[in-house]
C-alpha cells in the first residue's frame, strides 16, 4: 500500500534522522537520487541543458547539489534564483565548482531540462510574484520541448491538500523524498505533479499516515472469494432501490454493477422491473416498497430516483449496510444518518457534495481532501467522493484513501451507477463502508481504462468490463 504523510510528520522524522547524521548528509542523499533520476530523463547528461529554478531554502539547495552533480557529468548547468542573496551556500560553491553558473534570466536557446526548486513543502497560498515568474519561464521552456521536474513538490501546489491558491509549476515528473505527500496525489495539485518518484532517503514514520492508496494485491486480499460451502445467500445479497419511469437505465446499470461485485443475488425494487429483467434475468424483481422485497445484508438506493424519496427514508431504518448515491443525497439529514445503527457509505460526484456542504461547486473542486474529511465527519458516515481523484474518507480519524485507477473516459453518463451497484455488492459480501468503498473504486476504474483503450466508452460497456479487472487484481 502506498503511503502520504502530513508535512508536519516529514519534518519531524527528518529532525530525527538529521541528529543522527554527518551534517548535510541528508540532503546529499535527497539531491543524489534527484540527480539519477534527472540523468534517466536525460539519456544522455553530457552536453544536455539543464535551468535549475532555485529557491532561498532547502529545496533550493537540493536543485544546487543536483545540478552540481549534472554539472560534473558534462551537463551545461545554470541556476537561475528567485533571490540571488539567499540562495544556499553549500549549494551554491558545489554547483560553481562544478562548472555550474548562476544568471539573471532564462538562458538563451531550448533547454532539455527545467528543475523547480522554489518552494518545498512548507509553501503555502500560491507563488508570488518573483517565484510566478519563474514559474511562467518553465512553462514556456516545457513548451518548446523541455522536461520539467519538480524537487519534492512542484512550486506552487499545497504539499499536505493538493490545493492550488494561484499560479503553479506543471511539472512532468517530481522527485520526492522519503514519502509521499497527500497535495502529490490528490487534484488539483496530483494534476501538476506529473509522474511521482519516490527517493528512499531513510526516513521512519511511527504513526499512521494520513492518505494511503490501494494497489492490486491490497485489492486482491480483499475481494470476496466464494469457498466450497457457498451459496447465493452465504455469498450475500444486495438491494437496490433505484430507477424511475424517467430513468430505468440507472437501475440497470447500478444492478449490472451490482451483479459482479461480489454479491450471490440481486433484489431490485422499483418500477423499472421490466428492464431489469430483459438486460439480467437473475435479478429478483419486486414491486416494493424495499421492507417487503425479502432478506438482504446491504441496500443501494438512490441512482435513477428522480423525484422519489419513500425509499432513502424507510432504508434509513434498516439495519444492514446501506450506499446512498446520485437522488438519495438530495436533503439528506445528517442527525438521521448518524443515528443509524448500521454503517452507511455516501457516493457524491462534487455537485452532490456541494449541495450537501451548502457551498459552491468550485470550493469542493479545489479543496477535495479537506471536503470528504467534512462530509464523512458531519453525515458520521464513509464517503466516496467521486471525480478525478476519488476519496474515500471514513467517519473516524482513520486515513483517507485514493483512488490510482480511471481514466477521463470515466466521465459518463451512467458510470457512477455501476460504481454504486458494484460498491454495494462488496458491501452485501461482507466488506465494511471504506473497503466496499475503495475496492470499487479501484475495480472500477481498472474497467474504465479496459473498457475505454483511449478512446469513447459507455458505462455498460464499464460494467461489462469489471469481470476482467477483477481478474487483473487476483492474477497480478
Known amino acids: 500500500m502506498r503511503t502520504a504523510h502530513s508535512v508536519e510528520t516529514v519534518r519531524a522524522a527528518e529532525r530525527d534522522l538529521m541528529a543522527r547524521l554527518p551534517e548535510g548528509a541528508l540532503m546529499q542523499r535527497a539531491a543524489a537520487g534527484l540527480a539519477a533520476a534527472c540523468a ?3 539519456g544522455r547528461v553530457y552536453g544536455a541543458r539543464v535551468v535549475l529554478l532555485v529557491g532561498p531554502g532547502d529545496n533550493g539547495g537540493d536543485a544546487l547539489y543536483a545540478g552540481a552533480r549534472l554539472a560534473r557529468r558534462g551537463a551545461r548547468v545554470s541556476a537561475l534564483p528567485m533571490d540571488p542573496q539567499r540562495m544556499h551556500p553549500g549549494g551554491l560553491r558545489a554547483l560553481r565548482a562544478a562548472g555550474g553558473r548562476v544568471v539573471d534570466r532564462m538562458p538563451d536557446g531550448r533547454a532539455d531540462l527545467v528543475l523547480d526548486g522554489l ?4 509553501g503555502h497560498g500560491g507563488l508570488r510574484p518573483a517565484a510566478a515568474g519563474l514559474a511562467d519561464g518553465a512553462a514556456a521552456a516545457r513548451a518548446a520541448g523541455a522536461r520539467v521536474v519538480a524537487v519534492d513538490l512542484p512550486s506552487g501546489v499545497d504539499a499536505d491538500t493538493g490545493e492550488v491558491a494561484g499560479p ?3 511539472a512532468d515528473v517530481t522527485v520526492t523524498f522519503g514519502a509521499y505527500k497527500p497535495g502529490l496525489l490528490v ?3 496530483a494534476g501538476r505533479a ?8 531513510g526516513l521512519s514514520f511511527p504513526g499512521p499516515p494520513v492518505l494511503e492508496t490501494l494497489r492490486h494485491a491490497d485489492v486482491a486480499a480483499r475481494l470476496p472469494v466464494p469457498g466450497a460451502a457457498s451459496d447465493k445467500y452465504r455469498r450475500g445479497v444486495v438491494g437496490v432501490a433505484a430507477g424511475s419511469a424517467r430513468y430505468p437505465g440507472a437501475a440497470v446499470l447500478a444492478v449490472a454493477g451490482a451483479l459482479r461485485g461480489g454479491a450471490g443475488a440481486v433484489r431490485y425494487v422499483g418500477p423499472a422491473g421490466a428492464e431489469v429483467l430483459a438486460r439480467y434475468p437473475e435479478s429478483l424483481v419486486h414491486g416494493g416498497p424495499p421492507g417487503k422485497a425479502g432478506r438482504v445484508q446491504a441496500w ?6 428522480g423525484e422519489g424519496r419513500g425509499e432513502v427514508a424507510e432504508l434509513l431504518d434498516a439495519d444492514v449496510p446501506l450506499l446512498i448515491d446520485a437522488d438519495g443525497l438530495r436533503g439528506l439529514d445528517p442527525q438521521a444518518l448518524r443515528a443509524r445503527a448500521a454503517p452507511t457509505l455516501l457516493t457524491p460526484h462534487a455537485g452532490e457534495a456541494a449541495a450537501l456542504l451548502g457551498v459552491a461547486r468550485t470550493e469542493v473542486e479545489s479543496a477535495r481532501l479537506a471536503s470528504v474529511r467534512e462530509l464523512a465527519g458531519r453525515f458520521g458516515a464513509a464517503v466516496l467522493l467521486k471525480g478525478s481523484t476519488t476519496l474515500v474518507a471514513g467517519p473516524g480519524e482513520s486515513p483517507v484513501r485514493v483512488n490510482p485507477t480511471g481514466t477521463p473516459w470515466l466521465a459518463t453518463a451512467g458510470s457512477g451507477d455501476v460504481l454504486s451497484g458494484l460498491a454495494g455488492g462488496l458491501l452485501a459480501a461482507g466488506l465494511g463502508v471504506v473497503d466496499a468503498g475503495s475496492v470499487a473504486a479501484y475495480v472500477h476504474g481498472l474497467a474504465g481504462r479496459y473498457a475505454a483503450r483511449s478512446a469513447p466508452a459507455t458505462a455498460h460497456e464499464v460494467a461489462l468490463a469489471l469481470p476482467a479487472a477483477w ?6
Not at 518552494?119 to 512548507?122: A, M, V
Not at 481478474?471 to 497480478?476: I, K, Y
Request: aromatic share 0%.
Open 187 to 189: 487534484d488539483p495539485g
Open 300 to 305: 443501494v438506493v438512490g441512482p435513477g430516483l
Open 471 to 476: 481478474r487483473d487484481t487476483l492474477t497480478s
Open 40 to 42: 534517466g530523463l536525460l
Open 168 to 170: 503553479a509549476v506543471a
Open 119 to 122: 518552494l518545498g513543502i512548507g
Open 194 to 201: 506529473g509522474a511521482v518518484r519516490l527517493v528512499d532517503i
